[in-house]
């Protein structure tokens, strides 16, 4: 994938970041978005990858308005449409990333990205939703295509704008959906990269049910069945449950928990080749 490519600096979970706050998992399933609406109270934080400064996620939009701007590569040629997005999880206010991308990548580079970072575990198809418009991934469009269908193999800055918002679904069963929003549209220069990764949150930290301490899994058993499937290493495997194997890693993505997700790609499948 031509462009496809996220930074060289600012690569994602890179273990540099302070731990996040510790919270508890006060909700059930992803089915039950409106409690973990609930769950905002506590406020998330992130770095600036181009100047390190720590803010917090509503500060972080201000901050790289004026920051992004500033740390432009030096780079030859023109100028060109670079557009600013926040990229949320769409029922949890724990995970977001904030990117600069060029206007002539495409939607689906941009798939290709959120899949890398957040979402990827064994090639479900996805969509993006921009108005009364889905665009899919190409290999879904067959005879069949729908009223409304297109394919993401088309430019961002043709379809998108400053202050739009628009919405991205990954796999239409286990569903992992993300809210995006162009928070920016400026003139730039990125040198060879398509797309930076400005920011992203802290990982948030979860407490064993069982003890207390830091988790580093999830049961996806328990996840269906209590307030708090968290559990710690000494905990996870002999932990009270109907199948206690049934363990994925505690990762700093929405689809944490979910089919078979077990984090990010390592970073030689998204840099640029
Ligand atoms: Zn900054
Ligand atoms: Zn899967
Ligand atoms: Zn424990
Ligand atoms: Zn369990």
């Not at 890179?14 to 731990?19: L, P």
């Not at 939009?61 to 040629?77: I, N, Q, S, V, Y």
């Not at 003890?211 to 559990?231: H, K, L, R, S």
């Not at 363990?247 to 390592?266: D, E, I, K, Q, W």
Request: net charge negative; hydrophobic share 35%; glycine share 8%.
């Amino acid at each position: 994938m031509p462009g496809c490519l996220p930074p060289r600096r600012g690569r994602a979970g890179n273990g540099q970041h302070r731990t996040g706050e510790r919270i508890r998992f006060k909700t059930l399933t992803l089915a039950d978005p409106a409690a973990i609406m609930a769950d905002m109270s506590t406020t998330s934080y992130g770095t600036c990858n181009l100047c390190g400064k720590r803010m917090s996620k509503a500060g972080m939009t201000r901050h790289l308005e004026a920051c992004a701007p500033r740390h432009d590569p030096p780079a030859m040629g023109r100028p060109a449409r670079i557009l600013r997005l926040r990229i949320e999880a769409a029922w949890s206010s724990w995970y977001w990333m904030d990117v600069e991308l060029r206007h002539d990548l495409t939607l689906q580079e941009l798939d290709g990205f959120l899949r890398l970072t957040w979402l990827e575990c064994c090639g479900h198809l996805s969509s993006f939703y921009i108005g009364h418009d889905e665009y899919t991934v190409p290999f879904a469009l067959g005879d069949f295509m729908d009223m409304g269908q297109r394919s993401m193999d088309v430019r961002i800055g043709k379809v998108l704008g400053k202050g739009d918002r628009f919405r991205h679904i990954y796999d239409f069963g286990s569903s992992t959906e993300v809210k995006l929003r162009v928070t920016g549209e400026r003139q730039g220069k990125l040198g060879d990269d398509y797309l930076r990764l400005l920011s992203r949150n802290e990982p948030p930290e979860w407490e064993c049910d069982t003890c207390g301490a830091t988790a580093t899994w999830i049961c996806t058993v328990c996840m269906y069945e209590q307030d708090n499937p968290f559990y710690c290493e000494a905990h996870a495997r002999n932990h009270d449950c109907d199948d206690p194997e049934m363990l994925l890693p505690v990762v700093n993505s929405p689809r944490m928990g979910v089919c078979a997700y077990t984090g990010a790609l390592p970073e030689e499948y998204w840099s640029n080749a």
